[in-house]
T-cell receptor
Framework: ETGVTQSPTHLIKTRGQQVTLRCSSQ?????VSWYQQALGQGPQFIFQ???????GRGNFPPRFSGLQFPNYSSELNVNALELDDSALYLC??????????????FGSGTRLTVV | AQRVTQPEKLLSVFKGAPVELKCNYS??????LFWYVQYSRQRLQLLLR??SRESIKGFTADLNKGETSFHLKKPFAQEEDSAMYYC??????????FGKGTRLHILP
C-alpha cells in the first residue's frame, strides 16, 4: 500500500505565472481534496474531487482549478499567481462514500513560493 | 456556516501533567469531528475521530453537542506529545474544515 505522494516538494514561481501541482492518491482512495496552508494557519479547503468531478469548493477564486484522472490522481492548477498564493499546498485522499466520516490521508505537501 | 475554533495558539504543559486542547465548532447539522496531529517534520495525520470513541496514544476526545465542543484530553503528558494539533469538522458535503491549530509544548 502506498500513501499520498505530492510533487514537486518545493517550487518557486514569479508573480503572474501559472503552476501545476500533482498528487497521487493512496491506493484504493477515490476522493481527493486540496488544501492551502499559509504559515501559522490551519489548512484551508480549496476543492474536492470525487470520481473525476468537482463536488465541493471553498472560498478560492476561479484561477484555482483542478483535475482528477481515472486512476484518481489529481492536479491543482493556479493561474496568474499572486504573492499571497505562497503557501504549503496539501493533497488529501479518502475512500468511498464515507470519506467525510473517517478522515483523510495527507501528503507531505508542495511548498510554493511566489516572488 | 461551518467553523472550527481553537482558542489557544500555544499550550505549554509540564511532563506528567494533564493536557486539554480546546476545540469549539459551529455547525447546524450532525457534525463529524476529528483531531489531526503534525509532529515536527512529518505530515499531517489523523489522531482521533469522534465516531469511533477511541483512545489513541492516551488521548481521548468527547463530543459535547450542548457546548458544541470536542476538546482533546490526556491525563499525563509525555515529551513525545509535543506537536501541532488541529481540530477538524466534517459536514454534509464531506469537506473537512480545520481550525487554526494549537501548538502543544511539553516541558521537561
Amino acid at each position: 500500500e502506498t500513501g499520498v505522494t505530492q510533487s514537486p516538494t518545493h517550487l518557486i514561481k514569479t508573480r503572474g505565472q501559472q503552476v501545476t501541482l500533482r498528487c497521487s492518491s493512496q491506493s484504493g482512495h477515490n476522493t481527493v481534496s486540496w488544501y492551502q496552508q499559509a504559515l501559522g494557519q490551519g489548512p484551508q479547503f480549496i476543492f474536492q474531487y470525487y470520481r473525476e468531478e468537482e463536488n465541493g469548493r471553498g472560498n478560492f477564486p476561479p484561477r484555482f482549478s483542478g483535475l482528477q484522472f481515472p486512476n484518481y490522481s489529481s492536479e491543482l492548477n493556479v493561474n496568474a499567481l499572486e504573492l499571497d498564493d505562497s503557501a504549503l499546498y496539501l493533497c488529501a485522499s479518502s475512500l468511498g462514500e464515507a470519506r467525510g466520516l473517517y478522515g483523510y490521508t495527507f501528503g507531505s505537501g508542495t511548498r510554493l513560493t511566489v516572488v | 456556516a461551518q467553523r472550527v475554533t481553537q482558542p489557544e495558539k500555544l499550550l505549554s504543559v509540564f511532563k506528567g501533567a494533564p493536557v486539554e486542547l480546546k476545540c469549539n465548532y459551529s455547525y447546524s447539522g450532525s457534525p463529524e469531528l476529528f483531531w489531526y496531529v503534525q509532529y515536527s517534520r512529518q505530515r499531517l495525520q489523523l489522531l482521533l475521530r469522534h465516531i469511533s470513541r477511541e483512545s489513541i496514544k492516551g488521548f481521548t476526545a468527547d463530543l459535547n453537542k450542548g457546548e458544541t465542543s470536542f476538546h482533546l484530553k490526556k491525563p499525563f503528558a509525555q515529551e513525545e506529545d509535543s506537536a501541532m494539533y488541529y481540530c477538524a469538522l466534517g459536514g454534509r458535503d464531506d469537506k473537512i474544515i480545520f481550525g487554526k491549530g494549537t501548538r502543544l509544548h511539553i516541558l521537561p
